[in-house]
């Protein structure tokens, strides 16, 4: 397979990956830490309506969801690149970064879990998946 094809695979298997592990944690969250009484997991208005009763605890799985999917997918995304592994693997915390931030408009966290959200998930979570792919290799 042409290298430039193996790139754009390993960012669609990456972001696939990666989309698929979010998705998965965020769905398993609700079951593990049960939010305050009333609240729909699967409707965004009902997040938003009732983020003010969020407790701490109700921030974890999202933050995990956020760092393991950009390591997940990285990681893949780094086995899979013929060229330029790194760059691949930091692409998808990237992108996965920018659905972080349209979520932070569209669901109002509180300002210190956006902060810790955006700075400490996506990017360096990402560049770890890398390095470990690295490390396989």
């Known amino acids: 397979m042409p290298p430039f094809l193996r790139n754009i695979l390993a960012v669609i298997v990456g972001l696939v990956v990666c989309m698929a592990v979010n998705g998965f944690l965020i769905t398993l969250s609700s079951s593990v830490i049960p939010l305050p009484e009333g609240i729909n ?3 965004a208005k009902s997040i ?3 983020i003010d009763r ?3 605890k109700h921030f974890i799985f999202p933050f995990l969801a956020h760092g393991l999917g950009s390591l ?3 990681y893949i995304a ?3 690149a013929a060229t330029h592994k790194m760059i691949f693997a930091v692409v998808i915390g990237v992108v996965h970064m920018i659905g972080g931030i349209t979520m932070a408009f569209l669901i109002p966290a509180p ?3 956006i902060i ?3 700075a400490a998930a996506y990017l360096p979570a990402a560049w770890i998946g890398g390095k470990l792919a690295f490390r396989r290799a």
């Open 116 to 118: 810790l959200d955006l």
């Open 41 to 43: 997991p699967n409707d």
């Open 54 to 56: 969020y407790e701490v």
């Open 111 to 113: 300002t210190w879990f």
């Open 78 to 80: 780094a086995l899979v």
């Open 48 to 50: 938003a309506d009732n």
């Open 72 to 74: 997940i997918g990285a």
